[in-house]
């Protein structure tokens, strides 16, 4: 698995972790972009409203409109990106560590 902090660390940062979950701070400015990382099943909080280009490991790619202090479900995926819009990006993710029924591959992106 390839951790966002490990390819993107100037992007996401650990803010809490314990034996069940890890909480992610993710930032970046317009027009920049991600490597190719994995999430496992996860919450996600916006703080700032943005837009961004999801692209599956597969080449499909979904544009997000996102307004702040949305609360979405994020089904384990693995994802590149890119700030499409003209405003930061600022999220927390909460990425559970138990593992369920794997849903993987899913739901690209927020739902």
Do not use: C, Y
């Given at each position: 698995?390839?951790?966002?902090?490990?390819?993107?660390?100037d992007k996401y940062r650990v803010?809490?972790?314990?034996?069940?979950v890890r909480v992610l701070e993710y930032r970046d400015d317009p027009g920049q972009t991600t490597s190719p990382h994995e999430h496992p099943d996860s919450l996600m909080y916006t703080l700032s409203h943005f837009q961004r280009r999801l692209i599956a490991g597969n080449g499909e790619s979904r544009d997000v409109v996102l307004e702040q202090g949305e609360v979405r479900w994020l089904d384990a995926q693995t994802h590149s990106g890119e700030n499409t819009g003209s405003t930061p990006t600022h999220v927390l993710?909460?990425?559970?560590k138990e593992s369920g029924e794997s849903a993987f591959g899913r739901t690209l992106g927020p739902s």
């Open positions: 698995m390839t951790d966002p902090t490990t390819s993107d660390p803010i809490f972790e314990n034996e069940r993710f909460v990425e559970l």
